[in-house]
């Protein structure tokens, strides 16, 4: 919603209950904002911020935990004695999951599309150092994992436990709102430094993230604008998601979308490369860029690819009419392939 589309009453009542909502606090909030000065003084453009959603610190940090802290919240309030999640072996939604099950004392599940690697590393391995039963699925469709999460769960009531379901990459309303808590907390951080960024750039895999920042900026009348650059699905699959997430998340806040809200929807393609999980050249080049200049480490599954997605942008001309860009940087495994032969 723009500014004008909203009334006082609407915004703080909404405000009121997303504060409201229950939350099992495990993130180190807020995140740390700064700007890379001899990175975006190299690429040019605009100047350069980052938002340090990797430094989170728990679980190895990653904008997962956000709305884990409310998920997490939800399976405590009705009893619920296992996490059953799932996603690709290099999930950090997964991984995350298993450390927050582990710290409420919880079983975790993950299942996984694809077959079992021969050496579990990354996120997979992380995963199972926190306790989590991995399985996978032998399916190299993703959506092999949606049915394998129902499986599991109905195996695990069958024995007389009590699952807690959440939907692949915690990809639901209540995980969408862990991330428009995010963007009250950059309103308030650009607040108090007076910075006016024109652009927040982010990954977009499961879509959560990009429909709770887009909720928030729009909820709150913030005058920025968002690109998301997918590195998981086709570009109008990844609107359609970002649109009924959004829906359902702002249902639970009592705030209907206007019409207008898929227009505000920018996500541009052009950076999976052989596909999600796998490492891409231009994805490797950004990594080792941000790297070399700001000794920031990226993960190759998302955010190298969205930075990647940026600086071709940008050498286009793409951003030149922009001031000020944030880059959300969420998280992820340390890379497996920079410097390998």
Known sequence: MSAASVTTGTVLSAEARLRDLPRERLAILPS???????????????????????LLGFG????????LELLLADALAVGADTLVTGAGPQSNHVRAAAAAAAVAGLAMVAVYFGREPSVA???LMVTRLFGGETRFTGDDDRTSVDRGIAQVSAELRSAGRAPYAIPRGGASALGVLGHVLAVVELAEQVLTLGLRPDRIILAV?????????????????????????????????????????????AAVLGVPLPPSFRDAIDVRGGVIGAGYGVPSAAGIAALEHVAR???IVLDETYTAKAF???????????????????FLHTGGELPRSVGRG
């Open 32 to 54: 740390p904002l700064h700007e890379v000065p001899r990175l975006g003084a190299e690429i040019g453009g605009p100047a350069l911020w980052f938002k340090r959603d990797d």
């Open 60 to 67: 190895l940090g990653g904008n997962k935990v956000r709305g």
């Open 121 to 123: 590393e990354g996120n």
């Open 205 to 249: 895999g499961s879509g959560g993230t990009l429909a709770g920042w887009l909720l928030g900026t729009r909820l709150f009348g913030l005058e920025w604008a968002i690109v998301g650059y997918s590195v998981s699905r086709p570009v109008d699959e990844a609107k359609d998601r970002v649109m009924t997430l959004a829906t359902d998340a």
């Open 293 to 295: 200049h700001e000794g």
């Open 308 to 326: 990647g997605g940026y600086l071709a942008d940008v050498a286009a001309g793409g951003f030149k009419d922009v001031e000020t860009v944030v």
